[in-house]
C-alpha cells in the first residue's frame, strides 16, 4: 500500500489554501504597518447632514484580510468535510476527521441545543453571543469528547496504545501498517513513536488522562481554597494570618521543586502523599456539609435526612478514593485500614493519586489568595450588613451571600486554572514524574518523543500541538466568559 | 517604610526557615535515605548495611538535630568507629586532631558536599547559578522590552486590529509552555531533515559558504550545551526565545490592562483636547503612568522563569542551575537539594521583596498604613 499523504486526493486544492494563507499572514501585516501610521481620513457631509468617512486604504486591506480568511476557514472545513465522507482517501487530514466523527457529531449537537435554548441557560447561554467564547468553547468541548468517547468507549482509537507493530519505529504519519489484518485500521495515522506504538490513539488516549484529572484537581482546588478562604477572609484577624503565612509558605515554593520533593517512589512508599490526599479530599465534605447545614438548620426534618444521604455517598466515594486493595496507607512499617476492596468504586491507582494531589497542592494557595480578596471585598457590601442584620449565622453569609456574588471571577479563573492544571500536569510528563513511562498522557509522550526531536518530531509534535490548543481554548473560554460576566 | 523592610524581612527569614526545614525533612525521609546508602555503597546491601552506614554518617539523628547541624547552629556529629578511626560532619580521619572544627553549617558558610557530583556544594551552585544568570539576563533582555512594547501597542487603541492580533498573541504565548514551544522550536527551526532548515538549504540560503543565514547545517542548534561555554547566536536564541515567550504574555496582557486604563484618564482626554500629537500623549504622558503595574508583574515574574529554566535546561541541555536542581533531586542528593532549594526561595522571597518596595516607590498615592 502506498503511504498516505497529508491531504490525497484534495492535494488539488492545497496551492489555493496556500496562496490564501500567504495572502492573510500578509494582509495582516501590513494592516499593523499601517495602523502604525496615523491615517488621514477624508470626511465628507452629506445632503442630510450625516457625515461620512472615507475607510481609506486601512478600511480596504481589512476588507481583504476579511475574505482571505474566510477562504482559509473555508478551505479547512472542506478538508475537513470531504475527509468525513472520504476518510483515507482525502489523505491523513481526511482519515483523522473520519476517525473523529463522533466528536464532531457530539460537537454539533451540544452546540445545536445550546444555541437554540441559550436564553434560557443564565451565563453558560451568554457565552454563545461571544465569537471568542464559542471558539474557546468548542475546542475544550472538542477535546473533552474525544477524551471521553476515545477513552472509555474506545471509538476514535485506530490501534491499541500498547500495543507495537512490527516495522513501525518511528515511521512518518502516513505510513501503511506492515502486514496488516482483516479488520485492522491500515495506517498508522500519524506515524509511529519510538516503540512502534501508533501516536494517533496514544493521543487520544492521552487526551482523556488530562480532560479526567485536569477538571477534577482543580475543583479540589477550588473547594479547599473555598473552603478556607472564605473565613480567613471574613473573619480576618489571627485566622487570616496564619492562613496566609502558610499559603505564602507554598506559593514560595518553586513548583517543580515541590514536583521533584513529592513525587518521587521514595516519598510514596512512605505514604505521605496518601495522608495529604486524606486531608485534602475532607475538604469538599466539609464545604458541601457546611453549606446544606447552614442553609437548612431551621428545619431539622429536612436538613437530617439530606445530610445523612449526601454525606453518606460523599463519604463512601472520599473512602474509596483515599483507599487502595483495602488500605489506606501500606508502607514497611505499619499498614492502616480502608475500605474494604469489593466497596471500593472508584480505582484511584497511587501514582496518578500522587500526581493529583500534588497538582491540587500547589493550586489551592492560590485559589485561597483570590477568594480572601473577594470577601473581603464583598464582606462590606450592604447586602452582608443587611444578612447580619436578619440574625444569619457567619457560615450562611459566607456560602449563600458572599459565594454568589463572587462567582463570576471564580468561573472566569476556574477556567484559567484548568489549562494550568494541564499545563503542571505536561511539566510532570516531561520530566518523567508520577504516571508511569508508558502512560499515553501527553507530558510523557512529549518526553519520549523529545530524544529524537530533531530526527522524527512527529512523536513529540503531535501532543504539544494537542496541549497547546486545549490550554488556548480554555484562555478563549475564560476571556469570553469574563466579557459575559462584565456585561451584565 | 524602614520599619516595613524590616517586618517584611523578618517574615522572609522565617519563610525561608520553615521552607528550608521542610525540604529538608523530606529528603531525609528513610526510604530516601536508603536509596542514598544504596547508591553511595552498593545495591545489594542488606538492611543492617543500610542501617550501619547512615548511623556512621550521621542519617539517623533525629531530624532537628540534623537540621541544627546544616545550619551550623549545633556541634557537628562525630563518629568513633570501632577500630578508632575517628570522622565526624566537619573532618575526615585524615585531618590532624587541632584542624577539626565543631561547627560546620550554612552559617559558617559551608554547604556541605555534594554526593553525585563529588565536589564542593557551595562552589558547585555558584558555577551553575552564573550559567543561568547569563541565560536569564539574555532572557529578559528579550522579554521585557518586547512584552512593553506588545502591551502599549496594544493598549494604546483599544479594540483596534492592532490590538486584537497583539492580544491573540499574547494569549496564544500564555498557552504554549516551554515543553510545548520548545519542542516546536526544535522541530521547525533546530532539525535538518524538518522544518525550514532543508528548505533554506534548498534555496542556497543556508549550509553552503557565505550564505545569508549561516554555515550550518540547521538554522539553529537544537543544543545548548556549547553555548555554556561559548554562546553565540546560533546556538543560543531557541532557549532564550522559549523561555521568553511564556513569560511574555503575561506582561504584555498586564501592561495592556494598566495602557488601556491610564489612556481614558482624564488627563490625556485634556492633553488630546489640547491637541498634542498622539505619539507625544503616548510617550510623555500615558507611559510613565502605565508601566507601574507591569513593573510588579515582571518580578513576580522572576521566580515563574525559574520553572521555565528547570524546563529549558533540561530540553537544551545547558547544564546550568536548573539542571543542577533536576540532577540533585533526582539522585536524592540531599545537600546540593537543600543548597538549590535555599537559592531559588531566596529569589522568589526577594523579587517579592523588591515588587513591594518597588510598587511603593513608583506609585506615590500608595502609602503605607
Same mark, same amino acid.
Given at each position: 500500500?502506498?503511504?498516505?499523504?497529508?491531504?490525497?486526493?484534495?492535494?488539488?486544492?492545497?496551492?489555493?489554501?496556500?496562496?490564501?494563507?500567504?495572502?492573510?499572514? @500578509?494582509?495582516?501585516?501590513?494592516?499593523?504597518?499601517?495602523?502604525?501610521?496615523?491615517?488621514?481620513?477624508?470626511?465628507?457631509?452629506?445632503?442630510? *447632514?450625516?457625515?461620512?468617512?472615507?475607510?481609506?486604504?486601512?478600511?480596504?486591506?481589512?476588507?481583504?484580510?476579511?475574505?482571505?480568511?474566510?477562504?482559509?476557514?473555508?478551505?479547512?472545513?472542506?478538508?475537513?468535510?470531504?475527509?468525513?465522507?472520504?476518510?483515507?482517501?482525502?489523505?491523513?487530514?481526511?482519515?483523522?476527521?473520519?476517525?473523529?466523527?463522533?466528536? $464532531?457529531?457530539?460537537?454539533?449537537?451540544?452546540?445545536?441545543?445550546?444555541?437554540?435554548?441559550?436564553?434560557?441557560?443564565?451565563?453558560?447561554?451568554? @457565552?454563545?453571543?461571544?465569537?471568542? *467564547?464559542?471558539?474557546?468553547?468548542?475546542?475544550?468541548?472538542?477535546?473533552?469528547?474525544?477524551?471521553?468517547?476515545?477513552?472509555?468507549?474506545?471509538?476514535?482509537?485506530?490501534?491499541?496504545?500498547?500495543?507495537?507493530?512490527?516495522?513501525?519505529?518511528?515511521?512518518?504519519?502516513?505510513?501503511?501498517?506492515?502486514?496488516?489484518?482483516?479488520?485492522?485500521?491500515?495506517?498508522?495515522?500519524?506515524? %509511529?513513536?519510538?516503540?512502534?506504538? /501508533?501516536?494517533?490513539?496514544?493521543?487520544?488516549?492521552?487526551? $482523556?488522562?488530562?480532560?479526567?484529572?485536569?477538571?477534577?484537581?482543580?475543583?479540589?482546588?477550588?473547594?479547599?481554597?473555598?473552603?478556607?478562604?472564605?473565613?480567613?477572609? #471574613?473573619?480576618?484577624?489571627?485566622?487570616?494570618?496564619?492562613?496566609?503565612?502558610?499559603?505564602?509558605?507554598?506559593?514560595?515554593?518553586?513548583?517543580?521543586?515541590?514536583?521533584?520533593?513529592?513525587?518521587?517512589?521514595?516519598?510514596?512508599?512512605?505514604?505521605?502523599?496518601?495522608?495529604?490526599?486524606?486531608?485534602?479530599?475532607?475538604?469538599?465534605?466539609?464545604?458541601?456539609?457546611?453549606?446544606?447545614?447552614?442553609?437548612?438548620?431551621?428545619?431539622?426534618?429536612?436538613?437530617?435526612?439530606?445530610?445523612?444521604?449526601?454525606?453518606?455517598?460523599?463519604?463512601?466515594?472520599?473512602?474509596?478514593?483515599?483507599?487502595?486493595?483495602?488500605?489506606?496507607?501500606?508502607?514497611?512499617?505499619?499498614?492502616?485500614?480502608?475500605?474494604?476492596?469489593?466497596?471500593?468504586?472508584?480505582?484511584?491507582?497511587?501514582?496518578?493519586?500522587?500526581?493529583?494531589?500534588?497538582?491540587?497542592?500547589?493550586?489551592?494557595?492560590?485559589?485561597?489568595?483570590?477568594?480572601?480578596?473577594?470577601?473581603?471585598?464583598?464582606?462590606?457590601?450592604?447586602?452582608?450588613?443587611?444578612?447580619?442584620?436578619?440574625?444569619?449565622?457567619? $457560615?450562611?453569609?459566607?456560602?449563600?451571600?458572599?459565594?454568589?456574588?463572587?462567582?463570576?471571577?471564580?468561573?472566569?479563573?476556574?477556567?484559567?486554572?484548568?489549562? #494550568?492544571?494541564?499545563?503542571?500536569?505536561?511539566?510532570?510528563?516531561?520530566?518523567?514524574?508520577?504516571?508511569?513511562?508508558?502512560?499515553?498522557?501527553?507530558?510523557?509522550?512529549?518526553?519520549?518523543?523529545?530524544?529524537?526531536?530533531?530526527?522524527?518530531?512527529?512523536?513529540?509534535?503531535?501532543?504539544?500541538?494537542?496541549?497547546?490548543?486545549?490550554?488556548?481554548?480554555?484562555?478563549?473560554?475564560?476571556?469570553?466568559?469574563?466579557?459575559?460576566?462584565?456585561? /451584565? | 517604610?524602614?520599619?516595613?523592610?524590616?517586618?517584611?524581612?523578618?517574615?522572609?527569614?522565617?519563610?525561608?526557615?520553615? =521552607?528550608?526545614?521542610?525540604?529538608?525533612?523530606?529528603?531525609n525521609?528513610?526510604?530516601?535515605?536508603?536509596? =542514598?546508602?544504596?547508591?553511595?555503597?552498593?545495591?545489594?546491601?542488606? /538492611?543492617?548495611?543500610?542501617?550501619?552506614?547512615?548511623?556512621?554518617?550521621g542519617y539517623l539523628q533525629p531530624t532537628w538535630d540534623k537540621f541544627g547541624e546544616w545550619l551550623?547552629v549545633r556541634p557537628g556529629y562525630?563518629?568513633?568507629?570501632?577500630?578508632?578511626?575517628?570522622?565526624?560532619?566537619?573532618?575526615?580521619?585524615?585531618?590532624?586532631?587541632?584542624?577539626?572544627?565543631?561547627?560546620?553549617?550554612?552559617?559558617?558558610?559551608?554547604?556541605?558536599?555534594?554526593?553525585?557530583?563529588?565536589?564542593?556544594?557551595?562552589?558547585?551552585?555558584?558555577?551553575?547559578?552564573?550559567?543561568?544568570?547569563?541565560?536569564?539576563?539574555?532572557?529578559?533582555? =528579550?522579554?521585557?522590552?518586547?512584552? @512593553?512594547?506588545?502591551?502599549?501597542?496594544?493598549?494604546?487603541?483599544?479594540?483596534?486590529?492592532?490590538?486584537?492580533?497583539?492580544?491573540?498573541?499574547?494569549?496564544?504565548?500564555?498557552?504554549?509552555?516551554?515543553?510545548?514551544?520548545?519542542?516546536?522550536?526544535?522541530?521547525?527551526?533546530?532539525?535538518?531533515?524538518?522544518?525550514?532548515?532543508?528548505?533554506?538549504?534548498?534555496?542556497?540560503?543556508?549550509?553552503?559558504?557565505?550564505?545569508?543565514?549561516?554555515?550550518?547545517?540547521?538554522?539553529?542548534?537544537?543544543?545548548?550545551?556549547?553555548?555554556?561555554?561559548?554562546?553565540?547566536?546560533?546556538?543560543?536564541?531557541?532557549?532564550?526565545?522559549?523561555?521568553?515567550?511564556?513569560?511574555?504574555?503575561?506582561?504584555?496582557?498586564?501592561?495592556?490592562?494598566?495602557?488601556?486604563?491610564?489612556?481614558?484618564?482624564?488627563?490625556?482626554?485634556?492633553?488630546?483636547?489640547?491637541?498634542?500629537?498622539?505619539?507625544?500623549?503616548?510617550?510623555?504622558?500615558?507611559?510613565?503612568?502605565?508601566?507601574?503595574?507591569?513593573?510588579?508583574?515582571?518580578?513576580?515574574?522572576?521566580?515563574?522563569?525559574?520553572? %521555565?529554566?528547570?524546563?529549558?535546561?533540561?530540553?537544551?541541555? #545547558?547544564?546550568?542551575?536548573?539542571?543542577?536542581?533536576?540532577?540533585?533531586?533526582?539522585?536524592?542528593?540531599?545537600?546540593?537539594? @537543600?543548597? +538549590?532549594?535555599? +537559592?531559588?526561595?531566596?529569589?522568589? =522571597?526577594?523579587?517579592?521583596?523588591?515588587?513591594?518596595?518597588?510598587?511603593?516607590?513608583?506609585?506615590?498615592?500608595?502609602?503605607?498604613?
Open positions: 500500500m502506498e503511504p498516505l499523504t497529508w491531504t490525497g486526493s484534495l492535494s488539488g486544492l492545497n496551492l489555493i489554501f496556500q496562496l490564501a494563507l500567504g495572502l492573510l499572514i @500578509l494582509g495582516i501585516i501590513v494592516q499593523i504597518l499601517i495602523s502604525l501610521v496615523p491615517s488621514a481620513d477624508s470626511r465628507a457631509v452629506n445632503a442630510d *447632514g450625516t457625515l461620512s468617512a472615507n475607510t481609506g486604504i486601512s478600511g480596504f486591506v481589512g476588507t481583504l484580510v476579511n475574505w482571505f480568511f474566510f477562504a482559509v476557514v473555508g478551505i479547512i472545513l472542506i478538508y475537513v468535510i470531504l475527509g468525513i465522507f472520504m476518510g483515507t482517501g482525502a489523505g491523513i487530514i481526511g482519515g483523522m476527521s473520519r476517525q473523529f466523527l463522533p466528536t $464532531w457529531i457530539a460537537l454539533i449537537v451540544t452546540f445545536a441545543l445550546s444555541i437554540t435554548y441559550k436564553r434560557k441557560l443564565g451565563l453558560y447561554g451568554k @457565552l454563545f453571543d461571544s465569537t471568542v *467564547g464559542m471558539i474557546g468553547f468548542a475546542i475544550v468541548m472538542f477535546w473533552v469528547f474525544t477524551g471521553v468517547l476515545g477513552g472509555i468507549f474506545d471509538l476514535i482509537v485506530t490501534h491499541d496504545s500498547l500495543s507495537q507493530a512490527s516495522g513501525m519505529k518511528n515511521k512518518l504519519p502516513g505510513t501503511p501498517l506492515r502486514g496488516a489484518e482483516e479488520g485492522e485500521y491500515a495506517w498508522y495515522l500519524l506515524g %509511529g513513536d519510538n516503540l512502534a506504538r /501508533d501516536v494517533f490513539s496514544r493521543l487520544v488516549k492521552g487526551s $482523556w488522562v488530562v480532560v479526567l484529572i485536569a477538571p477534577l484537581a482543580t475543583l479540589f482546588a477550588f473547594m479547599v481554597g473555598i473552603t478556607l478562604g472564605l473565613p480567613a477572609g #471574613y473573619y480576618g484577624g489571627k485566622l487570616d494570618t496564619i492562613l496566609s503565612f502558610v499559603a505564602n509558605l507554598i506559593l514560595a515554593f518553586p513548583v517543580i521543586l515541590l514536583f521533584f520533593l513529592l513525587v518521587t517512589p521514595e516519598i510514596v512508599l512512605t505514604g505521605i502523599p496518601n495522608y495529604m490526599a486524606a486531608v485534602l479530599f475532607v475538604f469538599p465534605l466539609i464545604f458541601v456539609a457546611v453549606l446544606l447545614n447552614s442553609r437548612y438548620y431551621t428545619q431539622p426534618s429536612f436538613r437530617t435526612p439530606l445530610l445523612a444521604v449526601v454525606l453518606g455517598v460523599m463519604a463512601w466515594a472520599y473512602l474509596s478514593m483515599i483507599s487502595n486493595d483495602g488500605t489506606i496507607i501500606d508502607n514497611a512499617s505499619y499498614t492502616i485500614p480502608g475500605l474494604p476492596t469489593f466497596l471500593d468504586w472508584i480505582p484511584m491507582p497511587s501514582e496518578i493519586l500522587v500526581v493529583f494531589v500534588s497538582v491540587v497542592f500547589v493550586n489551592s494557595p492560590t485559589v485561597f489568595r483570590i477568594v480572601r480578596g473577594l470577601a473581603l471585598d464583598i464582606k462590606t457590601r450592604d447586602y452582608v450588613a443587611a444578612a447580619q442584620t436578619r440574625g444569619e449565622g457567619p $457560615w450562611y453569609i459566607m456560602l449563600w451571600e458572599i459565594l454568589p456574588n463572587a462567582r463570576g471571577p471564580l468561573i472566569v479563573d476556574f477556567c484559567l486554572r484548568i489549562g #494550568y492544571t494541564t499545563i503542571l500536569l505536561g511539566t510532570l510528563g516531561f520530566f518523567g514524574l508520577g504516571l508511569e513511562s508508558e502512560s499515553p498522557d501527553w507530558g510523557s509522550t512529549i518526553n519520549a518523543g523529545r530524544r529524537l526531536l530533531s530526527l522524527y518530531p512527529h512523536a513529540a509534535i503531535a501532543p504539544a500541538l494537542s496541549l497547546l490548543t486545549l490550554v488556548l481554548g480554555l484562555n478563549l473560554l475564560a476571556d469570553g466568559l469574563r466579557e459575559e460576566s462584565l456585561r /451584565d | 517604610m524602614g520599619l516595613f523592610i524590616l517586618r517584611r524581612l523578618g517574615v522572609m527569614l522565617l519563610t525561608a526557615l520553615c =521552607l528550608t526545614f521542610i525540604v529538608f525533612w523530606l529528603t525521609l528513610y526510604p530516601n535515605l536508603e536509596k =542514598l546508602a544504596k547508591t553511595q555503597g552498593n545495591f545489594r546491601m542488606s /538492611d543492617e548495611a543500610v542501617a550501619s552506614f547512615l548511623e556512621d554518617r551550623g562525630v563518629t568513633e568507629r570501632e577500630d578508632g578511626e575517628t570522622f565526624g560532619r566537619c573532618f575526615s580521619s585524615s585531618t590532624p586532631e587541632e584542624e577539626r572544627r565543631t561547627f560546620c553549617g550554612v552559617l559558617q558558610g559551608d554547604w556541605g558536599f555534594s554526593t553525585v557530583f563529588k565536589d564542593n556544594v557551595g562552589s558547585l551552585v555558584a558555577e551553575r547559578l552564573g550559567k543561568t544568570g547569563f541565560l536569564m539576563m539574555w532572557v529578559l533582555i =528579550l522579554m521585557v522590552p518586547s512584552a @512593553l512594547i506588545v502591551g502599549v501597542l496594544a493598549g494604546m487603541r483599544e479594540g483596534s486590529k492592532l490590538d486584537r492580533s497583539l492580544s491573540t498573541f499574547s494569549i496564544a504565548t500564555t498557552a504554549t509552555p516551554e515543553y510545548v514551544s520548545g519542542v516546536i522550536f526544535i522541530a521547525l527551526l533546530a532539525s535538518s531533515n524538518y522544518g525550514l532548515s532543508p528548505l533554506l538549504t534548498q534555496w542556497g540560503l543556508l549550509g553552503s559558504e557565505g550564505a545569508l543565514f549561516g554555515e550550518g547545517r540547521t538554522l539553529f542548534l537544537g543544543s545548548a550545551t556549547k553555548a555554556m561555554d561559548d554562546a553565540t547566536f546560533w546556538n543560543f536564541f531557541l532557549p532564550v526565545l522559549t523561555i521568553s515567550l511564556y513569560g511574555m504574555g503575561y506582561i504584555a496582557r498586564m501592561t495592556r490592562a494598566s495602557m488601556t486604563e491610564v489612556m481614558t484618564a482624564q488627563y490625556i482626554r485634556t492633553a488630546r483636547l489640547k491637541g498634542v500629537k498622539f505619539s507625544d500623549i503616548v510617550l510623555k504622558h500615558a507611559l510613565r503612568n502605565a508601566l507601574i503595574a507591569p513593573f510588579t508583574v515582571i518580578m513576580l515574574q522572576i521566580p515563574w522563569l525559574l520553572n %521555565g529554566v528547570v524546563i529549558v535546561e533540561t530540553l537544551f541541555n #545547558y547544564k546550568g542551575f536548573g539542571w543542577l536542581l533536576v540532577q540533585a533531586a533526582g539522585n536524592n542528593d540531599i545537600e546540593l537539594l @537543600l543548597a +538549590v532549594s535555599v +537559592v531559588s526561595v531566596a529569589v522568589v =522571597l526577594l523579587t517579592q521583596l523588591i515588587s513591594d518596595i518597588g510598587y511603593v516607590y513608583l506609585n506615590p498615592r500608595i502609602r503605607i498604613s
